[in-house]
């Protein structure tokens, strides 16, 4: 079956980093539209990073935007989300989103991020 699965949630400190992986399978996902999106306590799911398919184009969040880089290897069918100078507002639930796989979208479990010191 067509899936996706996050890794690399964890607690950090303020002004570290954290890479994030999402692993498809069931499909390539270097075919399909990709995104990250979070959600902390309390608020609404938000759109961080959406990457074009093939990775040509990549757009972030102006929360995000020269801290967070996404990109595609496709040698391993996973999408990375490299997270730098990573903030107490970061901390939240993060998901991987693909569009229309197999006509639905789909959706990671999620794998937490918590930015304390």
């Known amino acids: 079956q067509v899936q996706l699965v996050e890794s690399g949630g964890g607690l950090v400190q303020p002004g570290g980093s954290l890479t994030l992986s999402c692993k498809a399978s069931g499909f390539s996902s270097s075919g399909f539209v990709m995104s990250w999106y979070r959600q902390a306590p309390g608020k609404e799911r938000e759109l961080i990073a959406n990457?074009?398919?093939?990775?040509?184009?990549?757009r972030y969040a102006d929360s995000v935007k020269g801290r967070f880089f996404f990109y595609r290897d496709n040698e391993k069918n996973s999408v990375i989300l490299q997270m730098d100078n990573l903030k107490p507002e970061d901390t939240a639930v993060y998901y991987c989103h693909g569009d229309r796989v197999w006509g639905v979208d789909l959706w990671g479990q999620g794998t937490q991020v918590t930015v304390s010191s």
């Open positions: 990457i074009s398919r093939g990775g040509a184009v990549t």
